[in-house]
């Protein structure tokens, strides 16, 4: 059994940076595809970014395209997402997941392990 705990959420300004953090234990970390999530109040849980188990592709939703960045250290058994000019839309809870796929997929379905998550907020 994974465990996957986000950290690095908070409150930041329109065009501001994160970067969020998931640490995992319990398991072995490089065998996982992990990917990031996020859901907003009233709406569906969406698919970020996705790292394959060794780091050499990701997979990246449109909407975040060219500004938010996913990464891992598997030594330390943690993938990043770091995220720059953010946007007011962009505020949700922000959830990683472990897939025991090879290919990092937008697939929510496809992971089996979720962390419990952490609030971002982007003021105007």
């Known amino acids: 059994q994974v465990q996957l705990v986000e950290s690095g959420g908070g409150l930041v300004q329109a065009g501001g940076s994160l970067r969020l953090s998931c640490a995992a234990s319990g398991g072995t970390f490089s065998i996982y595809s992990m990917g990031w999530f996020r859901q907003a109040p009233g709406k569906e849980r969406e698919f970020v970014a996705a790292?394959?188990?060794?780091?050499?592709?990701?997979n990246t939703a449109d909407s975040v395209k060219g500004r938010f960045t996913i990464s891992r250290d598997n030594p330390k058994d943690t993938v990043y997402l770091q995220m720059n000019s953010l946007k007011p839309e962009d505020s949700a809870v922000y959830y990683c997941?472990?897939?025991?796929?090879?290919?990092?997929?937008?697939?929510?379905?496809?992971?089996?392990?979720w962390g419990q998550g952490t609030q971002v907020t982007v003021s105007s």
């Open positions: 997941a472990a897939s025991a796929g090879f290919s990092p997929t937008p697939d929510k379905d496809k992971y089996i392990y």
């Open positions: 790292i394959s188990r060794s780091g050499g592709s990701t």
